[in-house]
């Protein structure tokens, strides 16, 4: 038996925003599968991030909980393993959100470079920056309350969220400093590795830009959508001799999907001729199906168990209470709350 205790701890999140795709799959969810053997981990579904944009397009919002959910199960998140909540159901952590709230200066929050995106996008769609909502504004701050509910010592996230730890640190010190405890540690990010897998037409993989393939694919959508994939331009017709690096999405995608033998095969048809693309595409979207099978067949058996996906998510978010009870009555302690 491993001792839980000994554990380093791990929080991350994902907005329920609608099936994922293949990019969550091979740039976030393998990571998280393996880090669950490693860390005490807290996996959650982040239904009120996806409130501070959506708030008045949530029509979809439970369909998208459940989507999410099963992407994950199938993808070989275990809640044997890991603690899988969603977080509405922690209602601590806004709890400990108004607490943290109180003693982030403004300008810590300005300075947060997703927001200055944000804002920029706006400005460009020539939309007041005032639509931005108080909610939207203060989102690194919730952020920040969910790692730190569970005083993380690790963050698994992608270089975008990296400003947003960084944030968090700062509040946490912050906050042992007003109330001279020492309750928070200061959690770190954990970049994933892998490369990100990109889009069919060779941008950044995302549902908004319809290029993607989702876990949840049938082989059949998968064999469509994969013939439309970009390919080495100079490659007009069958007898043109090709070269793989100019094919990055296809031959990115061998990467991941082949073996080395078959790579090293493809690479020399390419360049030689004797393999065209169609041929090549067809081989890979064999291997992609092939690796997929088992984590679609997973998906399709969970689907059809609603009951069990409610017990599951109920079932973490009560275990995932506990631990936040233990932070918030701390914090509570410290602030000198009447209690
Ligand atoms: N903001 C993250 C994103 O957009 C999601 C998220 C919310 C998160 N809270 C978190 C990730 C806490 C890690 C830890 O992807
Ligand atoms: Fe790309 Fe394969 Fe065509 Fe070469 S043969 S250009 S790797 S799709």
């Known amino acids: 038996m491993t001792n839980e205790i000994n554990k380093k701890r791990i929080v991350s999140g994902m907005r329920p925003t ?39 397009q949530t029509e979809d919002m439970k369909q998208n909980v459940e989507d999410v959910l099963l992407d994950w199960l199938a993808s070989g998140i275990d809640p044997n393993k890991s603690t899988i909540y969603l977080q509405s159901l922690v209602p601590e952590t806004a709890q400990l959100h108004i607490y ?46 969910d790692i730190m509910l569970f005083n993380s010592n690790y963050v698994p996230v992608g270089i975008d969220q990296v400003a947003h730890v960084e ?17 928070f540690n200061e959690s770190q990010p954990k970049l994933t590795q892998i490369p990100l897998l990109k889009g069919l037409d060779g941008n950044k993989m995302g549902k908004s830009f319809n290029n993607d393939i989702k876990i949840s694919d049938t082989a059949e959508i998968t064999e469509k959508k994969f013939k439309t994939a970009i390919t080495d331009r100079n490659r007009m017709r069958r007898d043109d001799k090709g070269n793989p690096d100019n094919c990055e999405v296809v031959f990115d995608y061998w990467k991941i999907f082949g073996t080395d033998d078959e790579i090293n095969e493809i690479c020399k048809g390419c360049k030689s001729a004797s393999i065209g693309c169609a041929d090549c595409k067809k081989r890979l979207i064999a291997k992609m199906n092939e690796y997929m099978a088992p984590i679609r067949e997973k998906r399709n058996e969970l689907q059809k168990q609603p009951s069990l996906l409610k017990d599951i998510i109920y079932e973490g978010s009560k275990k995932a209470r506990i631990e936040a009870q233990k932070t918030l009555s701390e914090v509570e302690k410290a602030v000198k709350m009447y209690k």
């Not at 400005?123 to 952020?143: A, H, W």
């Open 167 to 183: 944030l968090t640190r700062d509040i946490a010190r912050r906050f042992n400093n007003i109330y001279n405890v020492e309750l």
């Open 100 to 145: 943290l709230s109180m003693i982030t200066p403004q300008n810590w929050v300005e300075r947060d470079p997703t927001l200055k995106d944000l804002a920029k996008i706006m400005k460009d769609k020539q939309e007041n920056i005032s639509n931005l909502s108080y909610g939207l504004f203060g989102y690194p701050v919730l952020m920040s309350a």
């Open 18 to 56: 609608g099936k994922l795709h293949l990019g969550h799959y091979f740039g976030v969810l393998k990571n998280w599968v393996n880090l669950q053997n490693e860390f005490e981990s807290f996996f959650f579904i982040a239904d009120w991030h996806a409130l501070t944009t959506k708030y008045n």
